[in-house]
């Protein structure tokens, strides 16, 4: 298993709330993502990050942001959460490329949000 | 731009009985290529990869894949199925020569082994 964590696991909240979904990785990776999955299972990269204050968009449009101001944690907020925001959330990281490049991504456990 | 397709949305296979899931790639020059399988409300664990060298890669579990660069393609393969490998498999790619670039992720297949 891979040393990165997400905090929590599920959670339901109700619309409107401001929530912020934990990633913490122990293994000193430079390069961190968020994905969101859909219940058809397909994976969409929403943000992600090559460092300490570096953060981009992803691929698919988020109402999420992200930080990253320490290497190991890159929380994602949203603000204002809404039903169609129900999903699954994966975090992953990967090492620098002095590190075992070429890399694979490493997962964490994923956060089931859903929004009431 | 690179991107990569799995053809079967459900793949269905008796226990006991070899199983092929397959993928195929887009990416300019030679790629890397991944295969993760994802159990249920789990995150996706690392399974095996191909850079260079052997065309078969042998990974966790007992799957193997086979790179095909003729016919860009990166199946994934396991003599005997198991109960127990039912599960989301996705497949992989990125471009070697752009390290800056992302994974591109296939859509997923989903596994069942049936007994």
């Known amino acids: 298993e891979a040393d990165i964590y997400q905090t929590p696991r599920y959670l339901v909240i109700g619309t409107g709330k401001k929530i912020t979904l934990e990633c913490s990785q122990t293994m000193g990776h430079d390069k961190m993502y968020w994905y969101q999955q859909d219940p058809g299972m397909e994976l969409h990269l929403i943000h992600y990050?090559?460092?300490?204050?570096?953060?981009e968009k992803g691929d698919l449009s988020s109402e999420s942001t992200v930080s990253r101001i320490r290497t190991e944690h890159f929380p994602l907020t949203l603000e204002s959460a809404r039903p169609s925001h129900t999903s699954q959330y994966l975090c992953a990281s990967s090492p620098p490329k002095d590190r075992g490049y070429p890399y694979e991504q490493y997962f964490g456990p994923g956060t089931r949000l859903t929004v009431t | 731009a690179q991107s990569v397709a799995q053809p079967e949305d459900q793949v269905n296979v008796a226990e006991g009985n070899p199983l092929t899931v397959k993928c195929t790639y887009s990416?300019?020059?030679?790629?890397?290529l991944f295969w993760y399988v994802q159990y249920p409300n789990r995150g996706l664990q690392f399974l095996l990869k191909y850079i260079t060298g052997d065309n078969l890669v042998k990974g966790s579990y007992g799957f193997e894949a086979e790179f095909n660069k003729s016919q860009t393609s990166f199946h994934l393969k396991k003599p005997s199925a198991l109960v127990s490998d039912s599960a989301l498999y996705f497949c992989a790619v990125r471009d070697p020569d752009n390290y800056g670039q992302n994974f591109v992720f296939g859509p997923g297949t989903r596994l069942s082994v049936l007994p």
């Open positions: 990416v300019s020059g030679n790629p890397y």
């Open positions: 990050s090559y460092g300490v204050n570096s953060t």
